[in-house]
């Protein structure tokens, strides 16, 4: 029954809509909401709408047939009728009322306290009611929008789970089109191709085996903002059954699903988001179109539906080199997911170059190995350059001891690796440049370019746990409201927890520090000549392999820290939200992964001091670069940090989901029980997959593998090659400034990485003042130690340093640093202004899409101009002699 002045004419609608059993028998035509209604809101129900709001705290209650049989239902995603279009599915899952009394009553068996466990399940029936009436009114309220509905059951003992299925009709269609400005066709035009690649190719008469032949390809239109008046100037509208495409439905649909009341306004009880945070429905999502599965290969490809032919062209590793269809992934998932996919792919083809640059780089390397002078000298030395202890109970070795490490340093030192870092610099910023073009044309081809958000609603967690409310100044409307002053206190709050999280990071740096010193001394100790020459690498590669569980570690426990501080926070918009919540990881992150390899980059080996006079940490000798020196240590970290955290993630990312899934299904099996055996309709096999959650960890591990073969490349040219291993087979908003940061970071850690880290500076400083073939520069490299110097076995050793004998800077130390710093001036200056000059040679909207552009707005204009062919001919017919005449006189003064 329904409680409400309308209760007479609202229960016939729900038992129509509602009904299991429904026989499809004519109803009145006023019967709105019926499947064969055409009208779009009644006078009666804006009467019954209006009174639901007026009495917030009147529950409805829905009467509906739960009768066993099992309907039968048409093939595709329709009402029972076969020609009502599903377009929103909502969820919910009731226990069953004796499972729900068994469960309580154990409970205040077992624990004994019967009056205790009797108001714990008062407080539940009560929160189950409450849910119930939340969820009565918001189907009233949908019915009231001019939605149509149609509710489904599955029964076990243990639970039930509703279905009740949505749709827009054309009216509904139609007016919220107009509202939310949806483009719509004007004229059909050749759908352009915009793979570069595809196109130099054909002007070269080459073939391309990433082109595929993808069937069903959408149309291209020039469109315009939709109006109803000016319906008949649209493509395809007496097709009112096909003229919006599936993703305008849905997104019409879930903008009333958010606008929908559920409870009192004065409360924000509003939108199906706060519904489903609430608990009052499980579920929210638009059905699939079809299976995914292709069983009769007879099928021609053009009758394939969307997704098997996104399946069969795209989601398949056997497609794993080929074009993505981004106006196919557009057309089934929607603009916000087709431009993270076409942004991947962009970066991903752009990966390609940097890989076989970076490729041919490393192998030079190994094939100029032999001419490598220093490697020579280290390796023919013999015991000519006795060394200090590494330790305070270690005993001198000799230089010759990390032959193999002086030979394998050179493929990551050497004058092609400060060549391709100069190159990864121009190539971060001129892949932005061009990702704005490429940008530019999806957004305008997928009708995005002119779309802005409107005034965005409170988040549902806002309004929810706001404590006021307030006229918004824009709108005007009454919503919850937070003090900026408070939330101001909260964010400078979450700031210093988000500092305290970083003094955290620091700590297990510090930690993976003194690990890798304990690791050394052991490795020396252990009397094995091949452990204590490889002491160093061994505890280098372990403390990185630690040093990534604790990356990992960190990064799982701050997200959920920075989500649940975010909440708190009290943001009113999903943007504002999202936006926080991205910076607050982001900068977290940043310090989490790059903390140790910037600490191996510019910190080890700098404050070592000398013998007798060595730098301490915590009672332990400061690190120094191993035998092959920084850079070798600094790509092992980013071998094993980068690659070790792609294998990670992939397998997560595979592995998880899949257990999800079936965890998911056996649950549904569980439901479904013995009932007859036919293929589940497709709500309920769309309500055993596992939600998707969204794009923003994929964006950040994206980013976070930017930096990685940005920042740091010089010392490790084939990161762009795994980078490119790992994306092959898969307006970005807020995370292009990111990446323009991290680009323009790039170039002056490059800068410093070359001067300070790399002995590329210090090997031309040397041929230019003594020998060209870089003769007696491992000799020039060693100072002597101290006269003062106190070890066990008191003899004179080498360090590697530019000192004299007393332990002061020599002058070719300071000519050295001055070179260094007037390398990084020029080596910026240079790189920026090339960008600065690529940035404006560049445009950031193709000359070919301002046309498009230009050609689309005169369209516009004349679509949607205001009868003026009508307007002329009018005056021409209404005109009198008297008319005729003063315009003639005007037209004589106009001559």
């Known amino acids: 029954m329904l409680r409400n002045k309308s209760s007479a004419l609202l229960m016939a609608d729900s038992d129509v809509l509602l009904d299991l059993d429904y026989t499809s028998e004519q109803h ?29 705290d009147d529950p409805i209650y829905i009467d509906c047939d739960k009768g066993g049989r099992q309907p039968q239902h048409p093939g595709g995603n329709y009402f029972r009728d076969g020609r009502t279009k599903i377009d929103f599915v909502l969820v919910w899952e009731v226990r069953s009322r004796r499972k729900r009394r068994s469960r309580v009553r154990g409970r205040n068996e077992r624990a004994g306290q019967a009056e205790g ?135 019409i649909v879930y903008e009333i699903l958010a606008r929908t009341v559920y409870g009192k306004r004065k409360r924000a009880e509003v939108g199906v988001a706060r519904l489903l945070n609430e608990g009052a429905y499980t579920a929210v999502f638009p059905l699939h179109e079809g299976t995914f599965e292709i069983t009769d290969h007879e099928i021609p490809p053009d009758q394939l539906n969307q997704r098997q032919v996104l399946f069969h062209y795209w989601a398949r590793w056997s497609k794993w080199y080929k074009y993505q269809p981004l106006d196919h992934i557009r057309e089934y998932f929607g603009e916000k997911i087709a431009i993270y996919f076409a942004w991947l ?121 706001a404590p006021a409310m307030e006229h918004n100044p824009v709108t005007g409307v009454k919503e919850p409201y937070f003090p900026k002053k408070d939330r101001l206190s909260r964010m400078v709050t979450g700031s ?14 510090v930690t993976v520090i003194m690990y890798r010193g304990i690791v050394s001394v052991m490795m020396f100790h252990t009397g094995s000549s091949m452990l204590r020459t490889q002491a160093g690498n061994i505890a280098n590669i372990s403390s990185s392999i630690v040093n990534l569980a604790l990356i990992l570690l960190m990064g799982q426990v701050y997200t959920a820290l920075a989500e649940q501080l975010t909440k708190w926070e009290m943001h009113r918009t999903q943007t504002q939200y999202e936006d926080a919540f991205t910076f607050k990881v982001f900068v977290f992150q940043f310090v989490n992964f790059y903390s140790s390899p910037f600490y191996v980059a510019f910190f080890k080996g700098r404050f070592v001091g000398y013998p007798g006079h060595y730098g301490t940490l915590f009672g332990m000798r400061n690190e120094d670069c191993g035998p092959g020196g920084c850079l070798i240590e600094l790509a092992e970290q980013l071998f094993i940090i980068m690659v070790g955290k792609q294998l ?58 930017f930096g990685f073969i940005t920042i740091f490349v010089a010392a490790f040219p084939l990161a762009p090659l795994f980078a490119l291993l790992n994306n092959w087979a898969e307006n970005i908003g807020v995370w292009f400034n990111i990446l323009e940061a991290l680009s323009h970071l790039s170039v002056i850690v490059n800068a410093f990485l070359i001067a300070f880290t790399s002995d590329f500076l210090p090997r031309l400083l040397y041929q230019y003042k003594f020998h060209q073939d870089l003769t007696g520069y491992v000799n020039f490299t060693l100072a002597y130690s ?110």
């Open 117 to 251: 466990g009797a108001e714990e399940a008062s407080r539940s029936e009560q929160r189950k009611a409450q849910m119930a009436r939340w969820r009565d009114k918001f189907v009233h309220n949908l019915q009231c929008a001019g939605l149509l509905l149609e509710k489904e059951e599955t029964v076990s003992e243990k639970k039930t789970i509703h279905y009740l299925k949505l749709s827009a009709p054309w009216d509904v269609l139609v007016y919220y089109a107009e509202e939310l400005s949806l483009r719509a066709p004007l004229q059909a035009q050749p759908n352009p191709d915009f793979n570069t690649s595809d196109q130099v190719l054909r002007k070269l008469c080459l073939p391309n085996i990433m082109a595929q032949s993808v069937p069903n390809k959408p149309v291209d239109y020039y469109t315009c903002a939709f109006r109803k008046s000016k319906m008949e100037k649209f493509l395809g509208c007496e097709d009112s059954d096909c003229y919006f495409t599936n993703t305008q439905r849905h997104r």
């Open 648 to 705: 990670i993630n992939n397998i997560q990312e595979f592995v998880i989901p899949k257990v999800k899934a079936w965890r998911q299904r056996r649950a549904m099996a569980a439901v479904r029980g013995t009932q007859a055996p036919q293929k589940p309709p497709r709500w309920e096999e769309d309500y055993e997959l596992i939600e998707c959650e969204g794009l923003f960890e994929e964006y950040l591990e994206i980013v976070l593998q």
């Open 496 to 509: 210093m927890v988000i500092v305290i999280m970083l003094c955290v990071v620091m700590i297990f740096l």
């Open 786 to 895: 101290p006269p003062d110097y106190n070890h066990a076995d008191h003899i004179m050793c080498r360090y590697k340093a530019f000192r004299d004998s007393d332990g002061n800077y020599t002058l070719f130390y300071w000519e050295l640093l001055a070179i260094r710093l007037g390398f990084i001036i020029a080596f910026e200056h240079v790189v920026f202004f090339v960008l600065r000059a690529i940035d404006w040679m560049v445009p950031d909207v193709p000359v070919s899409l301002e046309l498009k552009m230009k050609r689309e707005r005169y369209l516009a204009k004349q679509a949607l101009a205001d009868n003026q062919e009508a307007l002329l001919v009018s005056r021409g017919s209404a005109s009198s002699p008297a008319s005729d005449a003063s315009a003639g006189h005007m037209s004589l003064r106009l001559q």
């Open 28 to 56: 009145a035509s006023d019967c709105y909401g019926s499947l064969q209604n055409g009208g779009f809101m009644p006078p009666r129900f804006l009467a019954a709408a209006a009174a639901a709001d007026d009495e917030d």
């Open 345 to 465: 792919g962009f970066y991903t083809a752009w990966l390609l170059p940097a890989a076989v640059v970076g490729t041919f780089v490393f192998v030079s390397g190994i094939m100029s190995m032999g001419s490598n002078t220093p490697a020579k000298d280290i390796c023919t030395s013999g015991g000519q350059y006795l060394m200090c202890p590494l330790c305070n109970t270690c005993s001198v070795w000799n230089v010759s001891d990390i032959c193999p490490m002086a030979k394998l340093g050179y493929l990551f030192d050497h004058p092609g690796t400060v060549f391709f870092s100069v190159f990864m610099s121009f190539w971060a910023v001129t892949f932005l440049e061009y990702w704005k073009r490429k940008n530019a044309t999806l957004a305008h081809h997928w009708d995005c370019m002119d779309f802005h958000e409107e005034e965005e609603r409170p988040r549902p967690e806002f309004a929810a746990m």
